[in-house]
């Protein structure tokens, strides 16, 4: 509970190798925790990971569901950049009251990209216009500011500081689950195997 509810401070270091973290537990009070190692996303080591990207996401309000979805209160669009002209593909997800993220006849639909140098300075909106068209009708639409992606400079073995990348512009969780097995593989030096416990048998 301690750990829970005491705010961050800092990874404490011994001879350059992560051995801890420190809580802030009240005003005049620190608490150490110690450990074999650390897993953080990059905002907790900004100084061991770099810039590999930005993503712009848009959001978008709407009073019905996407059109020729059959009405369907979730749905995923995927605009490969062939398609779209742009650098990257073009992730939609759509949710609506049913996930708990809307109003009752509401909907939320993200629109989401990853960016080149060029479409970073470019016009959200315009970057996203043929997409926001094939929403219908949009109550409201929400520009977010570009998010960095980062990327961890090292494995993490000689620091114990092991560091995931940042989320992408994909809607799905593919690029998520990667980076966990990634994470795994880089801890235990073996990749993870996902079976029923039966011993599997060689081809």
Do not use: W
């Amino acid at each position: 509970t301690t750990m829970l509810r005491a705010p961050y401070k800092e990874v404490v270091y011994t001879d350059g190798v992560a051995t801890g973290i420190k809580l802030k537990v009240n005003e005049s009070e620190d608490f150490e925790v110690k450990c074999k190692y650390i897993l953080g996303d990059p905002s907790y080591f900004p100084d061991k990971v770099q810039e590999v990207g930005k993503v712009l996401r848009v959001v978008c309000i709407l009073d019905q569901a996407i059109p020729n979805t059959n009405n369907a209160h979730s749905a995923q669009i995927i605009i490969p950049q062939k398609e779209s002209g742009r650098s990257h593909d073009i992730y939609v997800i759509c949710l609506s009251s049913m996930h708990c993220v809307a109003p009752e006849g509401k909907y939320l639909a993200i629109i989401s990209m990853e960016l080149d140098e060029t479409e970073a300075k470019a016009d959200p909106l315009k970057l996203f216009n043929g997409v926001i068209k094939l929403l219908g009708q949009v109550r409201e639409t929400i520009v977010m500011p570009a998010s960095t992606l980062y990327a961890p400079k090292s494995d993490g073995k000689d620091d114990n500081c092991f560091i995931s990348e940042s989320y992408s512009g994909a809607s799905h969780f593919q690029d998520a689950a990667r980076n966990i097995l990634n994470l795994y593989q880089r801890i235990t030096g073996k990749e993870l195997e996902l079976t029923n416990g039966e011993p599997q048998e060689q081809e």
